[in-house]
């Protein structure tokens, strides 16, 4: 029975906490949405999701309304608690996206009802990958995050790095923050400073984070409160206090997975300069098929099935990649003819189709460069949960799940997906995929 219970806002970062969980020794499956009680629990219950340490919620709460994001946490929390969970965990980004409304606060203050708690914290820092929090200021490689380019984001712009007054204006108590002096000073001062906080009636608190030692620290301090907020960072110094308290066993082998057959294929509907080398790297010495977006608006399943003609026959020969990623000045051509959303909904929509072809005809490994695109293959498959596996590159694991397919009545199909968003992965990330963990 999982004893973690983890709600996150968005897909990817679902992906990253669970990520670090695994390789910090704790079994774990991220459910995509709400899950039902019937999958989590009782006799039905999926076998990955019954053997977990965690279980990972993926929401995509992040930018909807604050009322829409409490409901569905809150439901999250509600399956989560009738399946075991002991301890639980509302993910964010390292960037505390959120608007000033929301949804961070409300989210949290909310989970701290319903599990009748008093207090948690905020620690969104991730000092490796440059995210740390100082005086309760958000610094990213460096510039205060409202320099970081944060600022000009189209649904979440960041324009205050001072977290304690951004937290407070979505927050319905007062906001505290917990110094790095502090938690230099050790656990025992932490958990002086948290109580001293909740006899002022502060409910959340933002904690500075310099270093990974203050990850530790932080961790040991909070590993018995019922609810931890933060980023990915944090959940590294879980998993040994939850150890050091006797609350799990951590396990060496947590990420591995039974091992793949089956044929090998990649699509890519990422333009980020890092898959732009990624899909160079691979073509250079395997079989690689660009999609022209034109074509597909001019009769969009003569496009797919001539991609599906050259790419199933390849297969049993070795991993297939068809991509429309691009450089920035095709990309802009493409939406000037066909406008922004048609040029991505097309793109999407054909590598989603595309990725059906190939598991139907036997591809059992599949990976998909790009987050809105790793949406679009996981809708279209029929993927509900993801066993976390090993990682390939920082941030980004291997998983397995189980899908129906439809044109097949047969039991259900074990499928091997990694799923990278833009930037993230070595330049031979693709040549990798032909990965089996025998
Ligand atoms: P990333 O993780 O790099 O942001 P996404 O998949 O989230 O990648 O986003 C890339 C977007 O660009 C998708 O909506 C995709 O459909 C679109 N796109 C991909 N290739 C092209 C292209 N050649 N022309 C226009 N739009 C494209």
Same mark, same amino acid.
């Given at each position: 029975?999982?004893?973690?219970?983890?709600?996150?806002?968005?897909?990817?970062?679902?992906?990253?906490?669970?990520?670090?969980?695994?390789?910090?020794?704790? !079994?774990?499956?991220?459910?995509?949405?709400?899950?039902?009680?019937?999958?989590?629990?009782? #006799?039905?219950?999926?076998?990955?999701?019954?053997?977990?340490?965690?279980?990972?919620?993926?929401?995509?709460?992040?930018?909807?309304?604050?009322?829409?994001?409490?409901?569905?946490?809150?439901?999250?929390?509600?399956?989560?608690?009738?399946?075991?969970?002991? !301890?639980?965990?509302?993910?964010?980004?390292?960037?505390?996206?959120?608007?000033?409304?929301?949804?961070?606060?409300?989210?949290?203050?909310?989970?701290?009802?319903?599990?009748?708690?008093?207090?948690?914290?905020?620690?969104?820092?991730? #000092?490796?990958?440059?995210?740390?929090?100082?005086?309760?200021?958000?610094?990213?490689?460096?510039?205060?995050?409202?320099?970081?380019?944060?600022?000009?984001?189209?649904?979440?712009?960041?324009?205050?790095? $001072?977290?304690?007054?951004?937290?407070?204006?979505?927050?319905?108590?007062?906001?505290?923050?917990?110094?790095?002096?502090?938690?230099?000073?050790?656990?025992?001062?932490?958990?002086? !400073?948290?109580?001293?906080?909740?006899?002022?009636?502060?409910?959340?608190?933002?904690?500075?984070?310099? $270093?990974?030692?203050?990850?530790?620290?932080?961790?040991?301090?909070?590993?018995?409160?019922?609810?931890?907020?933060?980023?990915?960072?944090?959940?590294?110094?879980?998993?040994?206090?939850?150890?050091?308290?006797?609350?799990?066993? !951590?396990?060496?082998?947590?990420?591995?997975?039974?091992?793949?057959?089956?044929?090998?294929?990649?699509?890519?509907?990422?333009?980020?300069?890092?898959?732009?080398?990624?899909?160079?790297?691979?073509?250079?010495?395997?079989?690689?098929?660009?999609?022209?977006?034109?074509?597909?608006?001019?009769?969009?399943?003569?496009?797919?099935?001539?991609?599906?003609?050259?790419?199933?026959?390849?297969?049993?020969?070795?991993?297939?990649?068809?991509?429309?990623?691009?450089?920035?000045?095709?990309?802009?051509?493409?939406?000037?003819?066909?406008?922004?959303?048609?040029?991505?909904?097309?793109?999407?929509?054909?590598?989603?189709?595309?990725?059906?072809?190939?598991?139907?005809?036997?591809?059992?490994?599949?990976?998909?460069?790009?987050?809105?695109?790793?949406?679009?293959?996981?809708?279209?498959?029929?993927?509900?949960?993801?066993?976390?596996?090993?990682?390939?590159?920082?941030?980004?694991?291997?998983?397995?799940?189980?899908?129906?397919?439809?044109?097949?009545?047969?039991? #259900?199909?074990?499928?091997?997906?990694?799923?990278?968003?833009?930037?993230?992965?070595?330049?031979?990330?693709?040549?990798?995929?032909?990965?089996?963990?025998?």
């Amino acid at each position: 029975m999982a004893f973690l219970g983890c709600i996150a806002d968005d897909f990817t970062g679902a992906t990253d906490l669970a990520n670090n969980l695994v390789r910090e020794g704790m !079994r774990c499956v991220q459910v995509i949405g709400v899950p039902t009680l019937e999958t989590v629990v009782g #006799p039905n219950a999926n076998a990955d999701i019954a053997q977990a340490d965690a279980i990972v919620v993926a929401l995509k709460s992040r930018t909807t309304p604050v009322a829409e994001a409490v409901a569905e946490s809150r439901a999250a929390l509600a399956v989560l608690q009738q399946a075991g969970c002991q !301890r639980f965990f509302f993910k964010y980004c390292s960037t505390f996206d959120s608007t000033p409304e929301g949804n961070i606060g409300p989210v949290a203050e909310a989970l701290l009802d319903d599990l009748q708690a008093d207090f948690a914290i905020a620690a969104p820092a991730f #000092p490796v990958t440059g995210r740390i929090v100082e005086d309760g200021i958000l610094w990213v490689n460096g510039v205060p995050l409202n320099e970081s380019g944060m600022q000009h984001h189209p649904l979440t712009p960041m324009t205050d790095a $001072n977290l304690v007054r951004w937290l407070g204006a979505q927050s319905q108590s007062e906001v505290g923050l917990i110094d790095a002096h502090t938690i230099d000073d050790g656990v025992e001062a932490v958990r002086e !400073r948290a109580a001293d906080l909740q006899s002022i009636d502060v409910r959340l608190a933002i904690v500075d984070t310099l $270093n990974a030692d203050h990850l530790d620290t932080l961790g040991q301090a909070f590993a018995d409160a019922a609810l931890i907020t933060g980023g990915s960072g944090i959940a590294l110094g879980l998993p040994a206090a939850y150890e050091q308290h006797g609350d799990i066993q !951590r396990r060496p082998n947590a990420g591995q997975l039974e091992a793949f057959g089956g044929h090998c294929a990649i699509v890519s509907g990422s333009c980020s300069t890092q898959t732009q080398a990624q899909v160079a790297a691979f073509a250079a010495e395997h079989p690689a098929l660009a999609l022209d977006p034109l074509a597909l608006a001019n009769d969009f399943d003569q496009a797919v099935d001539a991609a599906l003609e050259w790419a199933l026959p390849k297969l049993a020969a070795g991993p297939v990649l068809v991509y429309s990623t691009d450089a920035p000045e095709a990309v802009a051509a493409a939406q000037a003819q066909l406008g922004n959303a048609q040029a991505g909904e097309l793109v999407e929509s054909a590598l989603a189709r595309i990725s059906q072809g190939l598991v139907d005809a036997g591809v059992r490994r599949l990976m998909v460069a790009g987050g809105e695109t790793s949406g679009a293959v996981v809708s279209a498959l029929g993927v509900d949960w993801l066993r976390i596996g090993p990682q390939i590159d920082p941030g980004v694991p291997w998983t397995s799940t189980q899908i129906s397919r439809l044109s097949d009545n047969e039991s #259900p199909v074990a499928l091997a997906l990694a799923l990278k968003s833009g930037n993230f992965g070595d330049t031979d990330f693709f040549t990798r995929a032909t990965w089996s963990s025998s």
